[in-house]
């Protein structure tokens, strides 16, 4: 993906979320609003072959990934044209055949079941990496250390990438984790690990397509700390408990407008290439609102289909 590609994605993602949050019939959702430079920056370094699991934040991811808006905003709805035909939501979003493996709703859910994949790649002797995303609240579980020692014991194909926005829904990253770096949680088990700026798209392609291709090549799991900010709330339901000053100094860490700047300076976007992306993004998101709208919800008779 080039930087213009780069740049569109971002935007999607955040006019995407702004229109859906407007929504009366939003429901309980989880947005991603000045985090947009690690899922687009993440998915620009995979390859279709390779599968993506993320936390319940997964909808900048979905998009990033491929998945079409349409189908995403139809499953976010409750609707039958879904992914899950509406009955994952935000929370279960899949669509594996489009790489994404799929959302976990439980903190820390998905670092088990994305060790088991990239287990089962390597037995399949497939040339391809597993991505794990989960916030910063997720080092604390158990269910992380507990991955990282088996993906070292076996060389797994994984890539575990911390998305720390540093708050556990109210909590500071200072008051839960001890580590100065989230990323020298890997050390103890001789697990390559760099913390990065999670604001610069560039930057994170280019570190996960560097842990990627050595997941690839058989040498093992990594582990990547990106360092983001959450503009929002942690979710719809969420009160924040942010004061106006710190939202609006971590506004200044926007990272749409930083890789704007960037293309600017180096003459690659003007205004009105700039325009076309907005309006064609506007366009793009319209039409996945219509297209959910237009879908019908599950019928009845599927309640108990799907169900383990």
Known sequence: MDSI???RSMLLIRTFENVFARRRDHGFQLLSSGEEAVAVGLCAALTAEDQLLTSGRSIGFALARGLDPGLVMAELLGKSAGPCRGKGGRGHLAQPSAGFFGAHAVVGGNLTIAAGVALATQLQGRATTVVCVFGDGACGSGALHETLNFAALW????????????????????????PQLLS????????????????????????VKDFGD??????GPSFLECVSYRFASHSTATRETRGVEEISALKQHCPILRHIARLQAEGILTADVLACLESEVEDAVARAGSFAD??????????LSDVM
């Open 5 to 7: 590609g780069l740049l």
């Open 155 to 178: 060389r797994l194909p994984l890539v575990l990438v911390c998305n720390n926005n540093q708050y556990s829904v109210s909590t500071p990253r200072s008051q839960a984790l001890a």
């Open 184 to 207: 020298d949680l890997a050390k103890p088990f001789g697990i390559p690990s760099a913390t990065i700026d999670g604001t610069d798209v560039v930057v994170v392609r280019d570190a």
């Open 214 to 219: 050595r997941a690839r090549s058989g040498q």
């Open 294 to 303: 237009a879908a019908p919800y599950p019928e009845r008779s599927e309640v």
